[in-house]
């Protein structure tokens, strides 16, 4: 039994006790040794701060009846809780390097001594749990900082904007609604007052950004869903058609367990597998399409057939 776990069985074993407790009762019920109970009665009083004492006439151990009820501090979590927060710290920083290290460093330290009172390994965390990205972009962390303070204060925002593929740039004044992590990249979805709509920004092309006194203009939820998560992808906004997509048998094995969308259909047929997926973009479900290659045919609508049917003209012609 870990030191963890004889803890909370001796504040339990006190706190139903009517009377003091013999060392005796600890040591079958623990089955640990006197030496082992008398270590994790120090513990609990001078770390933990417990109120325990030796009744000598009673020849048993009580928390003091006089001093207030005491409670395991509330930090106080098992292996298994304090892995799971060591686990996330490690997620989190591999989404986003630096974000969190500096603000969490007290925490894990806490958690690795904690681990180690409980005679488990917190080294185990870092050695066993990797994130690989993929075609991560470089966002600046102190820029993350600065749209994650604006979006959680929910303040408005300036930003020089330079969209890929476009010279210049444009100075932005937006309304932060939420971030987005999508495909190892993070995204802003904001009102933008130029555009007078709802629009998503790559943090990695934005710089000399500003918080603003302005409040942020709070957007419908129905609204934020709709952008989000109504059509396939990163591309927001009310889908505009349903991709009819057939996959071979073999790619079938893959895609048939994967979720593309959550309004999606699907159905097995004799021909293979037949799925359906709404967009309000064809740019991202076209590359996804492309990525199968010849294991998978667009049936419709007809405008994605062709254009599909284009992409891969100009790639044979390439080769």
Not at 34 to 63: K, V
Not at 194 to 210: G, P, Q, V, Y
């Amino acid at each position: 039994m870990s030191r963890f776990d004889r803890i909370y069985k001796i504040h339990d074993i006190l706190c139903n006790a009517r009377h003091p407790v013999a060392m005796k009762v600890f040591m079958d019920e623990l089955e640990a040794s006197r030496n082992t109970i008398t270590r994790d009665f120090e513990y609990l009083r001078d770390s933990l701060g417990a109120p325990l004492e030796y009744c000598r006439e009673q020849n048993g151990h009580r928390y003091a009846p006089d001093a207030p009820v005491f409670e395991l501090p509330g930090f106080w979590m098992s292996p298994a809780e304090l892995y799971a927060l060591l686990a996330c710290g490690q997620l989190l920083d591999n989404v986003q390097p630096g974000l969190i290290s500096s603000r969490l460093a007290p925490l894990k330290s806490k958690i690795r001594d904690l681990l180690g009172e409980t005679g488990h390994d917190a080294q185990a965390i870092d050695d066993r749990i990797h994130i690989q990205p993929v075609q991560i972009r470089n966002a600046n962390h102190q820029m993350f900082d600065l749209v994650a303070q604006a979006t959680l204060s929910e303040k408005c925002l300036t930003f020089h904007y330079q969209p890929r593929g476009e010279g210049g740039g444009k100075q932005r004044t937006v309304h932060p609604q939420r971030l987005l992590h999508y495909r190892s990249n993070w995204y802003l979805l904001a009102y933008c007052e130029e555009a007078e709509a709802l629009r998503l920004f790559s943090l990695d092309r934005i710089n000399l950004a500003d918080i603003a006194d302005t409040p942020a203009r709070p957007m419908p939820e129905q609204e934020l869903e709709t952008f989000s998560n109504a059509g396939f992808g990163i591309f927001g906004g009310e889908p505009k058609a349903t991709a009819h997509l057939r996959f071979s048998h073999h790619a079938a094995r893959w895609v048939a367990e994967e979720q593309w969308h959550r309004n999606q259909k699907w159905e097995w047929q004799d021909d293979g597998y037949h799925l359906h997926v709404p967009y309000a973009d064809e740019r991202e479900l076209v590359m996804e399409v492309l990525r199968y290659g010849a294991d998978v045919e667009v049936l419709g609508p007809r405008e994605l057939r062709e254009e599909v049917a284009e992409r891969i003209r100009v790639m044979a012609g390439i080769y």
